[in-house]
């Protein structure tokens, strides 16, 4: 953990990740991506910290690439945001995370993270009860309800 990431755990204020909301259209229906954790194994969606000289809509596209592949349009802004506490080496951490939503047109044969993960497409309200983070849910239920990915 960086000495930046360290000083906000230490502060009590939550930290700050960023997320892709991997969605598609099949036959009709939307469909969301979701992702198994590496260490935990929990189902996730693709996020990570803020990335230096990066608009945090461009780091949630680069952490889709990175922990499944995807390419895609992502919406510069942000559908809503979740918290979860993180586990750091020696406590938790309350994390907020903003969460872009992604079109995903296609899938990469090879990725960097595509050995560590598991990956499935969704549906929205399958994909929201597999997520433990119950603002996460809320948010993938409500993207599904919205014409956002309609368009």
Known sequence: MSKKKAKAADSGRPGAQVAALPFRVAGGQLEILVLTSRQTRRAVVPKGWPMKNRKPWKAAQIEARQEAGLVGKISRKPIGKYRYWKRLRRTFQLIEVAVFPL???????????????????????????????PELASLILGFAASDHWRK
């Open 103 to 133: 079109a995903a047109t296609r899938q990469l044969d090879d990725w960097p993270e595509r050995n560590e993960r598991a990956h499935l497409w969704l549906s929205a309200p399958d994909a929201a009860l597999l997520v433990d983070e």
